[in-house]
């Protein structure tokens, strides 16, 4: 009768657990600190930056930081700045960059999202 208490109270106890990893699950290399309420994908993914295209707005995961071209020069902020205050992000479109992980977003910007808004225009 033992056993069979304690084989029931063990899958309870697994089912509990993996029930409760049903969640999104985030790759990251920075574990303390939670990424922004408007991003929460519902599988794996590895990404590092998020682009809000409306807004020229990024998003680096990894350094819990906003990227954003401010009269001719990009400028890297832990908070949103207050221009941005007003937005929605959860309702914004965004764009995950998959395919990039350095450090430098400007170049990025430049060879890909500058160069696609030529090749459509």
């Known amino acids: 009768m033992k056993k069979i208490i304690l084989i029931s109270a063990s899958i309870l106890i697994s089912l509990m657990f993996t029930l409760q990893s049903c969640g999104p699950v985030i790759v990251t290399s920075r574990l303390g600190i939670p990424t922004p309420p408007w991003f929460y994908p519902n599988r794996v993914e590895t990404v590092r930056y998020i682009y809000f295209p409306e807004h020229q707005l990024y998003f680096?995961?990894?350094?819990?930081?906003?990227?954003?071209?401010?009269?001719?020069?990009?400028?890297?902020?832990?908070?949103?700045?207050?221009?941005?205050?007003?937005?929605?992000?959860?309702r914004s479109k965004y764009v995950r960059i998959q395919n990039y992980y350095g450090d430098d977003i400007r170049r990025y910007h430049n060879e890909s999202i500058i160069k696609r808004k030529d090749f459509k225009n």
């Open 60 to 90: 680096d995961i990894s350094l819990r930081n906003y990227i954003y071209l401010n009269n001719g020069s990009w400028i890297s902020t832990s908070i949103l700045p207050p221009h941005y205050k007003h937005l929605n992000l959860r």
